[in-house]
Nanobody, 118 residues
Framework: QVQLVESGGGLVQAGGSLRLSCAASGRTLSNFAMGWFRQAPGKEREFVAA????????YYRDSVKGRFTISRDNTRNTMYLQMNTLKPEDTAVYYC???????????WGQGTQVTVSS
């Protein structure tokens, strides 16, 4: 498995921006498809975005399309989530995850809190 550590969360006003980072160690990140998920208090964890091992293909949940951008730098073993025009409903703990088969995310980070105030 690969070890993942998220950073970049914080408190921001509605309409603001944050960039989350996910640093990998233990294995080369280029061997994995990667994803971001989030979990708000009292809610199920939900998919946010994913990116293929090469970075060519990206996928987003509808509510973040046009506002969030997922990217990766395999030379730095790091994945990113640029979040713009944040809304209070984006408030959650954000987790990064890695998949070595393109569908089953087996490795997870510890999460980083994102709080958007209205």
């Amino acid at each position: 498995q690969v070890q993942l550590v998220e950073s970049g969360g914080g408190l921001v006003q509605a309409g603001g921006s944050l960039r989350l980072s996910c640093a990998a160690s233990g294995r080369t990140l280029s061997n994995f498809a990667m994803g971001w998920f989030r979990q708000a208090p009292g809610k199920e964890r939900e998919f946010v975005a994913a990116i293929s091992w090469s970075g060519v293909d990206t996928y987003y949940r509808d509510s973040v399309k046009g506002r969030f951008t997922i990217s990766r730098d395999n030379t730095r073993n790091t994945m990113y989530l640029q979040m713009n025009t944040l809304k209070p409903e984006d408030t959650a703990v954000y987790y990064c995850a890695a998949s070595d088969d393109g569908s089953d995310f087996k490795s997870w980070g510890q999460g980083t809190q994102v709080t958007v105030s209205s």
